[in-house]
């Protein structure tokens, strides 16, 4: 049988740490003297921390120096540091657990890829960091999502060939990351959004054995 590896999105699909996220972009635009809405928090997810507060200054129409872009990146992560402090496994989205013991099960390669710089500290909270193979997140990409570089290191790192990698997503640009990798792509969430995935459902409960054993059996792209 043809080796597959599962490749995994952090935030939105594993737990949701955009209500952290907005939360400290909140509070950062609150001290820069705007409101920052969770409509506009929307548009941050999957994005780099770096692209979310050129957005942020975008949206207050704010001028920065380097200086106080710097000092303004290390303000959020520290305040966003402070609201995972307290994560727990309880905060791991509905069948996340299932769906990665019954892979682990069969041995099946597992790897995260996300954008947080943040990610090996989250899994570590949510207890979930020993059903992973490879981390890869944004301390090891230099290209963002649509860019297919997370995924393909993954899948390197999983000595798996990327036209045989599984990709759950909730950001059209990681669907989009997935696509161009030419992996399998999963959407999680809103399927009229994650309109370019292969397949999709609104979260892990939908996800059956049945169907995790045809990807693991299925010819997979290329
Ligand atoms: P950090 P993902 C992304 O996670 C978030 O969706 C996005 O909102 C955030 O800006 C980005 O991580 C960077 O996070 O500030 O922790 O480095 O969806 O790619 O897992
Ligand atoms: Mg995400």
Redesign the pocket.
């Known amino acids: 049988m043809k080796k597959v590896g599962f490749i995994f ?6 737990v949701d ?2 209500k952290y ?1 907005f939360l400290a972009w909140h509070k950062l635009a609150k001290e820069l003297g705007f409101e920052f809405t969770k409509e506009q ?1 929307e548009l ?6 770096k ?2 507060l050129e957005i942020l200054l975008d949206i207050g129409s704010i001028k920065a120096t380097q200086e106080q872009f710097d000092t303004w990146m290390v303000e ?2 520290v305040d ?1 540091l402070a609201y ?1 402090e307290k994560m727990d496994a309880s905060e791991i989205l509905p069948d996340v657990p299932r769906v990665l013991k019954y892979l682990k099960k069969k041995n099946i390669p597992i790897a ?8 090996k500290p ?1 899994l570590e909270k949510v207890d979930l960091l020993p059903y992973f193979d490879s981390i890869v ?2 301390n090891n990409v230099t290209k963002a ?1 649509p860019d297919p570089e ?1 995924f393909l290191i993954a899948a390197k790192n999983l000595s798996v060939d990327p036209s045989s990698c599984v990709v759950f ?3 059209v640009a ?1 669907i989009q990351a997935a696509n161009a990798a030419g992996m399998v792509s999963i959407g999680i969430g809103d399927a009229e959004i994650l309109n370019e995935a292969d397949y999709n459902f609104t979260d892990f409960t939908g996800i059956s054995d049945d169907f995790l054993e045809s990807l693991i059996n299925k010819e997979h792209k290329g």
């Open positions: 999105d952090l935030d939105g699909v594993i740490t955009a996220h928090n941050f997810k999957g994005v780099s921390r692209r979310c959020k992560n966003y995972i995260l890829g996300s954008a947080s710089k943040n990610a989250i997140d944004g999502k997370v997503e909730d950001a990681g």
